[in-house]
């Protein structure tokens, strides 16, 4: 009884969502647009035209996402509330998840030419090193915790029925 339906100014499937605050938050559609709200929701306005699969929230002015632009997968992010955003990492295979523990640090996972991959950045997503590549299907969900372990984080990733973890940063 306590949700309100609310009206979106275009039509689409949402993809993801995130809020850096009570009042602002984002949601990225299938047609793709990204919207924003500054009122917790009651209105939404289109900001964007891309499409991004996953949206996360990585401080109070910094969202980063993995989407696709005009056939290339990419990392977007805004560091400034989304008043602009920017993409970075294409060309290295297909995104399909991500997992950041700062504006810097985060993991992709993905699938690089005929293997399931994992990538590490220390440098919000510009570039990215090899931490694993096996079998024939892409790796899917990847997820970091944000705290270190014994000096080091822990993070799981899903490839087809395999599960893995990592206890030394994915090295």
Sequence with gaps: AQWVQQTLPVSGTPYSMVFL???TGFIS???PAL???TDSG???TVINNLRIYNLYKIDVTSIYGNGRLTGVDKIYRTTNSGLSWDSVG???GSIFDISFINRDTGWVSGHNGSVGAIWKTTNGGVTL???LASGTSGMDRIFFLPERINGEYTGWCSQSSIFRKTTNSGA
């Design 21 to 23: 605050n009570q009042n």
């Design 29 to 31: 559609l299938d047609i």
């Design 35 to 37: 919207l924003k709200t």
């Design 42 to 44: 009651n209105s939404w």
């Design 90 to 92: 294409a060309g290295f």
């Design 129 to 131: 090193v090899s931490q």
